[in-house]
């Protein structure tokens, strides 16, 4: 009798702890549709105020923009992915076939071979020394675009009120993550 209650009161406590878990996932996808909306009105903002012609901002995104190239070109390259780049590719068309002919089923099945595959290739990748150097100097040209943006977005009312909501659910999405 004591073992049941004892398996029941886990089971109970794992059954809650998982719909938590569960709750706290769909806030965080909640907020992050939010984020992404709002990210949006922010480039609509920006081209519509032609911020996007500031000299130091087109430098960084072009900046941005070859050292981007330059790791997908790096990593395309490489010879220790090129089996993991077969098998992402053929899921690839598969997805794209399956979802040509309507067939759900096996565009499903594609599409988990699809993220199979990526995850692969994204964890093989992450091992390789000179991709890593690359990866960040796009990472670090990429981030002062966003940070410049950021900056020319805060000269204005409409701006500066969207990136101040935009870092608010950042910091909400930070806190919501702590609990899973």
Do not use: C, W
């Amino acid at each position: 009798m004591m073992i049941t209650r004892l398996i029941l009161t886990v089971f109970l406590g794992s059954f809650f702890i998982s719909a938590a878990v569960s709750g706290v996932k769909d806030e965080v996808r909640e907020v992050a549709r939010e984020k992404s909306k709002l990210s949006r009105q922010v480039g609509k903002l920006f081209r519509e105020l032609k911020l996007n012609e500031n000299e130091g901002y087109a430098a960084l995104e072009k900046n941005a923009f070859e050292a981007s190239q330059l790791f997908t070109k790096t990593r395309k390259a490489h010879p220790a992915l090129k089996e993991a780049y077969a098998k992402s590719d053929a899921a690839q068309s598969r997805m794209v076939k399956a979802s040509l002919a309507r067939d759900k089923e096996a565009k499903k099945i594609a599409m988990d071979d699809y993220t199979t595959a990526r995850m692969e290739l994204e964890s093989s990748a992450k091992k390789i020394p000179e991709l890593t150097e690359v990866k960040t100097k796009a990472i670090e040209a990429n981030e002062a675009v966003q940070e410049k943006k950021k900056e020319l977005l805060a000269t204005t009312p409409e701006g500066s009120a969207l990136i101040g909501q935009i870092n608010a659910l950042e910091e909400k999405i930070i806190e919501l993550r702590k609990k899973l």
